[in-house]
């Protein structure tokens, strides 16, 4: 089968064939159809981020979608036929990846059914950026009422995360680079702060000076987080997706800072999957790509951080 593999860290990744995964014991073979493209993949593909053992070719990408193929003995949960998307971030990393045609997994794998009325390619968009978006404004509850700071809010999780939490009653600020303005205006949040337009903590400061109950930072370094998270009262909370907050400072200034890490559930798939059919929240915009373009995908870096998500087609 085709998959897209590096074979040892900071390797460019390439298109190779490699030997069609078969269902084990307690495993389905999906066929895949869609997989989606997350900052994380190329994090673990160049070493930079090693949260479990790995193996070479390592298979990149975490998220997909596609059709159950064959089930192994004992696997229960699937059958051939069934629809279904998930987030394979599964040790050794790279045996589970869904830049490839085929996956094998157990059956007890972050797997969801895929609801009709929800696309193969979509679904496929939406295990990570989704349930990161869902879990984050989860965290927040009771979130109704709350002046919440998204900053990265045009991206796949910001998308997510953004329209949730104006579903939840929040009164939202959105801070985006200016293509994802209008679009993100539409979801119906209070202000929108376009990045370069004007520093978003003079903005915030101006508008809310007593303070903001919540940040949501999935962009920013620990120094730009420290400056935002100022904006944020005693009793309110600071989050940040890229592990840079600093928990003991800010909770010696009454504010509790998490450093979030998403605990993936087939719960939290299907919460996410029945908002998209529903349409009480719409996905990020999705940009269609080969399984072949995945290496210039990685070698301009650009395209691994769009606002919207980049989707593999198989």
């Known amino acids: 089968m085709?998959?897209?593999t590096v074979?040892?860290?900071?390797?460019?990744?390439?298109?190779?064939?490699v030997a069609t995964p078969v269902a084990g014991p307690g495993q389905v073979l999906i066929k895949l159809a869609a997989a989606s493209v997350n900052p994380m993949d190329a994090k673990l593909a160049?070493?930079?981020?090693?949260?479990?053992?790995?193996?070479?070719?390592?298979?990149?990408?975490?998220?997909?979608?596609?059709?159950?193929?064959?089930?192994?003995?004992?696997?229960?949960?699937?059958?051939?036929?069934?629809?279904v998307f998930g987030q394979l971030f599964i040790p050794p990393i790279g045996s589970a990846g869904t830049y490839?045609?085929?996956?094998?997994?157990?059956?007890?794998?972050?797997?969801?059914?895929v609801p009709q009325g929800l696309d193969l390619v979509l679904a496929a968009a939406a295990p990570t950026a989704g349930t990161t978006g869902l879990s984050l404004i989860d965290l927040l509850e009771p979130a109704e009422g709350q002046v919440v700071?998204?900053?990265?809010?045009?991206?796949?999780?910001?998308?997510?995360?953004?329209?949730?939490?104006?579903?939840?009653?929040?009164?939202?600020?959105?801070?985006?680079?200016?293509?994802?303005?209008?679009?993100?205006r539409a979801y119906g949040v209070e202000e929108v702060i376009v990045r370069s337009s004007a520093p978003v903590t003079e903005v915030v400061h101006s508008l809310y000076?007593?303070?903001?109950?919540?940040?949501?930072?999935?962009?920013?370094?620990?120094g730009v987080f420290a400056s935002t998270a100022s904006l944020v009262r005693p009793g309110g909370t600071a989050v940040s997706t890229q592990y840079v907050a600093d928990l003991e400072g800010l909770?010696?200034?009454?504010?509790?800072?998490?450093?979030?890490?998403?605990?993936?559930?087939?719960?939290?798939?299907?919460?996410?999957?029945?908002?998209?059919?529903?349409?009480?929240?719409?996905?990020?915009?999705?940009?269609?790509?080969?399984?072949?373009?995945?290496?210039?995908?990685?070698?301009?870096?650009?395209?691994?951080?769009?606002?919207?998500?980049?989707?593999?087609?198989?």
């Not at 074979?7 to 064939?17: A, C, D, I, L, S």
């Not at 998204?150 to 939490?165: H, K, S």
């Open 2 to 4: 085709r998959a897209v």
């Open 46 to 83: 160049s070493g930079e981020w090693r949260p479990a053992p790995v193996i070479f070719p390592m298979v990149l990408g975490v998220d997909g979608a596609g059709v159950v193929e064959a089930v192994g003995e004992g696997a229960t949960r699937f059958f051939p036929g069934d629809r």
């Open 209 to 222: 000076p007593d303070g903001i109950d919540v940040l949501i930072d999935l962009v920013g370094s620990a």
């Open 251 to 314: 909770q010696a200034k009454g504010v509790r800072g998490l450093n979030f890490a998403l605990q993936q559930s087939t719960e939290l798939l299907e919460r996410v999957a029945e908002a998209l059919v529903d349409r009480t929240v719409t996905e990020p915009p999705l940009t269609q790509v080969s399984l072949e373009d995945v290496p210039t995908i990685f070698g301009s870096h650009a395209g691994l951080a769009p606002d919207g998500k980049i989707v593999i087609v198989l």
């Open 149 to 184: 700071l998204i900053v990265g809010a045009g991206g796949g999780v910001g998308t997510f995360a953004t329209q949730f939490a104006v579903n939840a009653g929040a009164s939202v600020i959105a801070n985006v680079n200016a293509g994802a303005e209008d679009r993100v």
């Open 7 to 17: 074979r040892q860290f900071g390797q460019t990744p390439q298109v190779e064939e």
């Open 100 to 113: 490839a045609d085929f996956v094998a997994v157990t059956s007890d794998a972050p797997l969801a059914h």
